[in-house]
């Protein structure tokens, strides 16, 4: 397994500022990936952490909204930009000991709830 | 992409009793099924999972089958307890990089 530490875990935001969000592994991991978890709602992926290059965004989230830096293989930081209430989420650090994701386990964190108001 | 469907979305029922949760997939190259339980302020951690070439895996109380003509695998909970109560999720992958998460199933288990 892999421990994974997230902060903040939890914060209240004004509308129109930014939060970046921590992810730190206690060990070298291949993939880091960041999930969105709306109220009620199942997980969707954000991106793919890259390590040394940019990161790999899914339909529907831009680099400008949602930046995302990967250091090294044990640490990276989501940005959640120019925040709006619809921004109101729970957001999922996600780690792979793999070089891919098929057929292996990912391990998250605890989450980071944010809440804009 | 992959359709994932889970059902129930609610599931309730008495302590001691089974619960069933039951998973649908679309990608027959899907060759890894696990099941992720998400309890309240936390995030999903990894409770059972099974590989293509096993029809069934059991741990304690909780099993996994997978029936891969069909495209489907169920969580099997026995002699549920009121700690068994969280958010489940199915996450199939395999055919694609990225895993599908279903929407989750809302198991509540009354004492």
């Known amino acids: 397994s892999a421990v994974i530490s997230q902060k903040p875990s939890r914060d209240i935001c004004q509308r129109g500022t930014s939060l970046t969000i921590q992810c730190q592994v206690d060990?070298?991991?291949?993939?880091m990936f960041w999930y969105r978890q709306q109220p009620g709602q199942s997980l969707t992926l954000i991106a793919t952490?890259?390590?040394?290059?940019?990161?790999?965004?899914e339909s529907g989230f831009v680099i400008d909204k949602f930046p995302i830096s990967r250091p090294n293989l044990t640490f990276s930081t989501l940005t959640v930009s120019n925040m709006s209430p619809e921004d109101s989420s729970i957001y999922l650090c996600?780690?792979?000991?793999?070089?891919?994701?098929?057929?292996?386990?990912?391990?998250f964190g605890e989450g980071s709830w944010l809440t804009v108001v | 992409g992959e359709n994932v469907e889970q059902h129930p979305s609610t599931l309730s029922v008495q302590e001691g009793d089974s619960a069933v949760i039951k998973c649908t997939y679309s990608?027959?190259?899907?060759?890894?099924f696990p099941w992720y339980k998400q309890e309240l302020g936390k995030g999903p951690q990894l409770i059972i999972d099974?590989?293509?070439?096993?029809g069934e895996k059991k741990d304690q109380r909780i099993a996994v089958t997978l029936n891969k003509t069909a495209k489907h695998f169920s969580l099997h909970i026995t002699e549920t307890q009121p700690e068994d109560s969280a958010v489940y999720f199915c996450?199939?992958?395999?055919?694609?990089?990225?895993?599908?998460f279903g929407r989750g199933t809302s198991l509540i288990v009354h004492p």
């Open positions: 996600s780690v792979s000991r793999d070089s891919t994701f098929s057929g292996n386990t990912i391990y």
């Open positions: 996450a199939p992958s395999g055919g694609s990089y990225i895993p599908t």
């Open positions: 060990s070298q991991v291949t993939m």
């Open positions: 099974i590989r293509s070439n096993v």
């Open positions: 952490a890259n390590q040394g290059s940019e990161a790999t965004y």
């Open positions: 990608d027959s190259a899907s060759n890894y």
